[in-house]
């Protein structure tokens, strides 16, 4: 519903001359206790009554000036600055504007008639859904009593711009009843009066009405004034201050100007704007201009995105016709876009919405498939115009792609042909780029390219050394992000498998060969299982290891720890999906004992018992220890038994 013209300039208002007439009237609403529901139904979102009265003296404002700029009247427009005023001392806020203004006949229709009958809407909704309390405000034209959640008086001073208008004042206590009389105003405009009620004198405070007004109206099209502040008219060495008209908001903000006026350092000026406490500059930023078939602008600005995952849903501004509406645009943009920065603003989402309307609307869905395909778009073309600078800001965005081409169908058709894989030697590669580096030496007997990867080059890398030695490409993949990317890979392609470098030895990593028969000693077997078996310490926090004994000539050490793939998986996925028995679940490790090691021949063939247990645990704490599981007292203890065994061999 349009709820323009009643709210407006505040004059100082003279002397009432005698009224030419005066009128009681009643709001045509079957429930008389309208305004208590409204103020206890929405008392949690009480800040929006000052955004609903700015805006609507901005909508008068605005419909004065397309009236003279389209010649349908001939007046000066003059100073059309809206004015707020807290008077603290009689606990009143004014609302004050130089619009259009309002006849007794358009005070009726406009205030009495047209949202009262949204009013008892209201009232019919609230009663079947007392136990739903969804934000009903701005469903049923409700902007103008948003008032009454904070005042129990509210008072409209207004004199249309038609030539001999009468001045009309209209009070209403908070009831269906009203009273409408004629008086003399200078000015056209309207002044709306809020006498603020016992439980809402938190808006009797400069600072708080102050706040709310740079949350809501930082950006609308006309000056928004409210108090004064100090400014310097003198030098830095001898200042002079006045005082001055505080305006709170930037008419003219930078995503309603023309792109080709506009520098990288206008962008990024607007960037500290908006966030003035971050640190980082942004990566770069996409504008949105469109016209048809529905109306968007905006700015969104990439971030620099650290190594760790949480969309932010408090960053991108949803703004109707400049005003702040809400930073939660969950269901306006998909989630993956949720970790960008900016402003989007547009006219085609109303100013308060219920989610199920956000959900099922038409233009929600238009906006949400355009952003998307801009964003998709822009990098699309960073990535073929500038690789190697796309490259230099891979890490910024790399969890960025990789949640949308999870989440978002369109996205990822696009994205996985600009998604990058790094290797341990940095060198970046796309999907398809590795899939062709590797095929020849990474596919196993199953035909499967196997895509090597480490989540931590430093403390892997005894694992990752044999494999770049055997010239197998090893990425890296150290996201938190990326064992959910990594099993969505390996669902949606059949022609790949992802394996960590410490889930199996190498030779079974990238299984080439038919299984052999097993001709290894099973007594020799089963001594070293059990000799090692019974070694293991069985007090490790939260860990279980199995033992596993293989015959592997070729493979340079004689024990090895590692940690299944799809078991150590699942358990990082779900711990991330705040799964809290993924908590409880113990860490599954293999430690596997190479037979065929001449180390573990030795240790078999050692009769000296005590010799033969001190090597062989001194084999588990090298294993533990290269999967970080060995710390504190058998730490220590480790570390004496080196010094010991290299002081033995130098006696």
């Known amino acids: 519903?349009?709820?323009?013209?009643?709210?407006?300039?505040?004059?100082?208002?003279?002397?009432?001359?005698?009224?030419?007439?005066?009128?009681?009237?009643?709001?045509?609403?079957?429930?008389?206790?309208?305004?208590?529901?409204?103020?206890?139904?929405?008392?949690?979102?009480?800040?929006?009554?000052?955004?609903?009265?700015?805006?609507?003296?901005?909508?008068?404002?605005?419909?004065?000036?397309?009236?003279?700029?389209?010649?349908?009247?001939?007046?000066?427009?003059?100073?059309?600055?809206?004015?707020?005023?807290?008077?603290?001392?009689?606990?009143?806020?004014?609302?004050?504007?130089?619009?259009?203004?309002?006849?007794?006949?358009?005070?009726?229709?406009?205030?009495?008639?047209?949202?009262?009958?949204?009013?008892?809407d209201f009232i019919q909704q609230y009663l079947q859904n007392q136990e739903s309390k969804d934000n009903f405000i701005g469903h049923f034209g409700l902007g103008f009593y948003s008032a009454f959640m904070v005042a129990d008086k509210v008072e409209i001073f207004t004199k249309s711009y038609l030539p001999d208008a009468s001045g009309v004042h209209w009070i209403c206590e908070g009831s269906?009843?009203?009273?409408?009389?004629?008086?003399?105003?200078?000015?056209?405009?309207?002044?709306?009066?809020?006498?603020?009620?016992?439980?809402?004198?938190?808006?009797?405070?400069?600072?708080?009405?102050?706040?709310i007004l740079k949350k809501y109206c930082r950006f609308l099209p006309y000056p928004i004034q409210f108090g004064?502040?100090?400014?310097?008219?003198?030098?830095?060495?001898?200042?002079?201050?006045?005082?001055?008209?505080?305006?709170?908001?930037?008419t003219e903000p930078i995503w309603k100007k023309n792109i080709k006026d506009l520098k990288d350092e206008d962008y990024i000026n607007f960037y500290k704007e908006l966030y003035?406490?971050?640190?980082?500059?942004?990566?770069?930023?996409?504008?949105?201009?469109?016209?048809?078939?529905?109306?968007?602008?905006?700015?969104?600005?990439?971030?620099?995105?650290?190594?760790?995952?949480?969309?932010?849903?408090?960053?991108?501004?949803?703004?109707?016709?400049q005003v702040f509406v809400t930073d939660n645009l969950e269901d306006i943009v998909p989630d993956f876009l949720m970790l960008l920065q900016g402003v989007i603003d547009t006219p085609d989402i109303p100013l308060n919405v219920s989610r199920s309307s956000l959900q099922t609307d038409a233009n929600v869905r238009k906006i949400k498939n355009h952003i998307t395909k801009r964003v998709a778009d822009t990098l699309e073309e960073m990535f073929k115009n500038n690789r190697s600078d796309f490259e230099n800001k891979w890490h910024a965005l790399r969890d960025f792609v990789r949640f949308g081409i999870m989440t978002h169908q369109e996205f990822s058709q696009k994205a996985i042909n600009f998604a990058l894989f790094e290797d341990v030697n940095h060198k970046f590669y796309t999907l398809d780029e590795?899939?062709?580096?590797?095929?020849?030496?990474q596919t196993d007997k199953n035909n499967k390219i196997v895509i090597l990867y480490t989540t931590d080059p430093v403390s892997q890398h005894s694992y990752i050394k044999p494999a770049i030695d055997k010239g197998y490409t090893v990425l890296i993949m150290d996201s938190i992000l990326d064992s959910h990317f990594i099993d969505y890979l390996d669902n949606q392609f059949d022609d790949i498998t992802f394996k960590r470098i410490d889930s199996d030895t190498l030779d079974k990593l990238i299984d080439k060969t038919d299984n052999k028969s097993d001709n290894t000693d099973k007594p020799k077997e089963e001594e070293v299982k059990n000799l090692f078996g019974s070694l293991i310490p069985n007090d490790l926090n939260n860990v279980n290891i199995e033992i596993a004994i293989r015959n592997m000539p070729d493979e340079d050490l004689p024990i090895i720890l590692v940690q299944p793939e799809i078991i150590r998986r699942f358990r990082e996925m779900a711990a991330l999906g705040g799964m809290e028995y993924a908590q409880g679940l113990k860490k599954e490790y293999t430690m596997i004992i190479n037979i065929a090691h001449p180390v573990i021949n030795e240790i078999v063939n050692d009769n000296n018992v005590e010799n033969k247990t001190k090597k062989a645990k001194h084999l588990i704490n090298l294993a533990l220890i290269s999967q970080n599981l060995l710390d504190g007292e058998k730490l220590t203890d480790f570390i004496k038994q080196s010094i010991d065994i290299i002081y033995q061999q130098n006696k």
């Not at 004629?182 to 004198?201: K, M």
């Not at 942004?282 to 620099?304: K, Q, S």
Request: hydrophobic residues 40%; proline residues 4%; glycine residues 4%.
């Open 228 to 250: 004064t502040e100090k400014k310097n008219i003198g030098s830095k060495e001898k200042p002079e201050f006045i005082d001055v008209p505080r305006i709170i908001n930037d």
């Open 176 to 211: 269906t009843e009203y009273t409408l009389e004629d008086i003399d105003l200078p000015d056209r405009g309207t002044t709306v009066v809020l006498h603020l009620s016992d439980d809402a004198l938190e808006y009797n405070d400069e600072y708080r009405i102050l706040n």
């Open 1 to 120: 519903l349009v709820l323009l013209h009643y709210l407006g300039t505040f004059l100082v208002i003279p002397l009432l001359k005698k009224h030419s007439f005066m009128k009681k009237g009643f709001i045509d609403v079957k429930s008389d206790n309208i305004f208590p529901i409204i103020k206890k139904f929405l008392y949690s979102d009480t800040d929006i009554f000052l955004r609903e009265l700015v805006s609507n003296a901005v909508d008068a404002t605005t419909k004065l000036s397309k009236l003279v700029s389209l010649r349908k009247i001939e007046l000066e427009l003059g100073d059309l600055t809206i004015k707020v005023i807290l008077d603290a001392d009689n606990k009143i806020i004014k609302v004050i504007d130089r619009g259009v203004g309002m006849t007794a006949e358009e005070v009726e229709k406009y205030i009495a008639q047209i949202a009262f009958s949204g009013a008892q």
């Open 434 to 441: 590795l899939k062709n580096k590797i095929k020849d030496t």
């Open 276 to 321: 003035p406490y971050s640190v980082d500059k942004p990566l770069f930023w996409i504008h949105l201009n469109v016209d048809y078939p529905f109306t968007l602008n905006g700015i969104l600005y990439f971030p620099e995105i650290h190594n760790s995952f949480e969309p932010q849903r408090d960053r991108i501004q949803l703004y109707c016709n």
